[in-house]
Structures are given as C-alpha cells and as structure tokens.
C-alpha cells in the first residue's frame, strides 16, 4: 500500500515521523528538567485484603506534577524515562519515600505493612539494586519485610541467570517480590517455580469485566486456582465494583486494588486512612 500510493504516502508519513520524534524530545528535556525541580513525587494506592475489607498494603505510583502542565501519567513518561536511563533516578526517589511511607504506616499498623514499588528491566542490575536497597532501607528504618518489589512478566523471560541470581538475593534479604500485570506477557509459566516469586497480581484487563465476559471469568478462575495450587498470594488489580469484589473472595483471591476502595493519593491522605481503619 505504501508503494501504490507513492510519494503522497511518504510525504505524509515524514512529517507525522519528525512530529513523533520531536514530541518524544521535548519530553525528554522536560524529564530532566522535572528531576531537577524535584517534580516527581510518589502517590500511594491502598491494597485490600478481600476478606476483611482492611487495609493491608499499598502501592507506590508514580506522579510527575507539573507547574503548568498539571499532573502527567506515568504511561506518557515512564517509557521514555526508561529510554533515556532517568527511570534509574526516578526508580531510586520512588524506592526512598515508599520505604518511608511503609516506616510511616507501620506506626499505626497493628499488622505487618507492606508497601510496593514498580521496578523496570533498567533497575535491575545486581550491584546497583542492591546498593539502592540497602540505602533505602538503612536511611529509612525500613525493615525488608515491609518492601514488595512489582516486576513484569517480560523482564523474566531476559536475562534469566543474572536475574535468578539477584531476584534470589533480594528474596533473601526478605523483600517480597511480585510479579505485576499477570496474565499479559508471554506467560511461559516455568518461570513461577524458577523465580523466588511470592505473589501474582493478575491484570485489570482480566478484572474489570470477569463478571460479564465468561471468558475473563474462566481466565481468572483458572489464574486464582493456579495461584492457590503454587502457594502464592494474588492480589487483582483495577476492582470498580463490588460484583466483582465479591466474586473474586468467593474465587478466594487474597486481595484487591482498585477504585472501588481507594484512588491513588497522596501519602498524608492514605496514612490518615489507614489511621481510621486501625481505630475502627
Ligand atoms: P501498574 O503498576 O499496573 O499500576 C496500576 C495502574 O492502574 C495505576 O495506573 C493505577 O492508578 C491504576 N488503577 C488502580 N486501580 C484502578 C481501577 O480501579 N481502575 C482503573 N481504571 N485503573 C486503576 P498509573 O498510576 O497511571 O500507572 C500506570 C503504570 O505506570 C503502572 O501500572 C506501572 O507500570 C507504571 N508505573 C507507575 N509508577 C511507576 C514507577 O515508579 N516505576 C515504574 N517502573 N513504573 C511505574
Ligand atoms: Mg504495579
Ligand atoms: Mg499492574
Ligand atoms: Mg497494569
């Protein structure tokens, strides 16, 4: 088709092209002219435990407020942050105030407090990672029980020694470790007994319509069964409603996120939730 239609195609294409790619420049300036202004900050979303309804953990996303621009999503800058190496700077911020987000809530929590943090293929490199962790948690007080790591299916399937090598150290240290976004990668299951993985947080593509759409159904049930089968947590992600709330403790999946519960916010306003809930 390109061909057929010559360079009338070519000469549409080309513009579109310099408009992408200079798109993705401006971006990338303003990245690093963010980091400097200290624009990148960290909301925290509550996670639910679906039997009780009670606050037991949180995940750190994160935001990028911008003066004029106002609040960017991590989807339009996350990708090109993790081009351009400063995902390294902002995944080190991130892996700091989640630490003392989890100090902060287990002050108040009667149970352990577990706060995750997205990680991307970029941050784990064994000395650095360990460097980074070790940081955070030393400056913070955070214990390593308290400190989830959320990694994607895909950055399993590279790298696979290096990554056992260091999964299996940050395991060790007794940082929990989960694997995000399940059921979207490529699903090479062998990974699940390679890796020293703890938890499956089954996509909200599956969740969002599983009471409507018998397929997603079925998908989620075989997912939660699995999960349960391997002695590994599931936590579904994107939970809107309370019909699917309900069926999933009734498919005894251990917990929930979504906005059904709680949006993502900043950390004052969860920790003064969790303060309600804990004197309730
Ligand atoms: P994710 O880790 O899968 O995070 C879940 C996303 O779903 C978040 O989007 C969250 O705000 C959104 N969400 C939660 N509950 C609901 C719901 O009930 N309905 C709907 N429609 N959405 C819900 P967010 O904050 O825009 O983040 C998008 C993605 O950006 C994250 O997906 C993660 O992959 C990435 N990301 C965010 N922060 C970081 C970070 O600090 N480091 C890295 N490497 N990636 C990050
Ligand atoms: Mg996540
Ligand atoms: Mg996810
Ligand atoms: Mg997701």
């Known amino acids: 088709a390109a061909k057929e239609a010559g360079g009338g195609c070519s000469a549409h294409y080309l513009p579109?092209?310099?408009?992408?790619?200079?798109?993705?420049?401006?971006?990338?300036?303003?990245?690093?002219?963010?980091?400097?202004?200290?624009?990148?900050?960290?909301?925290?979303?509550?996670?639910?435990?679906?039997?009780?309804?009670?606050?037991?953990?949180?995940?750190?996303l994160c935001r990028w407020i911008h003066p004029e621009k106002g609040i960017i999503s991590p989807a339009e800058f996350i990708p090109i942050a993790e081009k351009t190496g400063h995902i390294l700077e902002i995944g080190d911020m991130m892996m700091k105030q989640a630490c003392q987000f989890a100090v902060e809530c287990n002050k108040v929590s009667k149970e352990p407090f577990v706060v995750a943090v997205n990680v991307s293929a970029k941050q784990l490199v064994y000395g650095r990672m360990l460097t980074t962790l070790g940081k955070c948690l030393q400056e913070t007080g955070c214990r390593a029980s308290w400190l989830e790591l959320e990694i994607t299916e895909s950055l399993l399937l590279s790298e696979t020694d290096d990554m056992v090598e260091l999964l299996e150290r940050i395991a060790n240290l007794g940082i929990l470790i989960t694997i995000d976004d399940f059921g979207t990668g490529y699903s090479a299951m062998s990974y699940l007994s390679r890796f020293p993985i703890k938890c499956l947080k089954i996509d909200q593509s599956f969740i969002r319509d599983m009471c409507s759409d018998g397929q997603k159904r079925v998908l989620v049930t075989a997912i939660l069964a699995m999960a349960n089968g391997l002695g590994l947590k599931t936590v579904a992600e994107g939970v809107e409603d309370e019909q699917v709330s309900a069926e999933l403790a009734n498919l005894k999946c251990d917990f929930g996120q979504g906005y059904l519960w709680h949006r993502p916010s900043c950390p004052e306003e969860l920790l003064s939730q969790i303060k309600l809930t804990e004197a309730a």
């Open 16 to 60: 579109e092209m310099g408009a992408k790619a200079e798109k993705v420049f401006e971006l990338e300036t303003m990245i690093k002219e963010g980091l400097l202004a200290k624009q990148f900050t960290a909301y925290f979303q509550a996670k639910v435990e679906l039997s009780t309804g009670k606050i037991t953990g949180a995940e750190a």
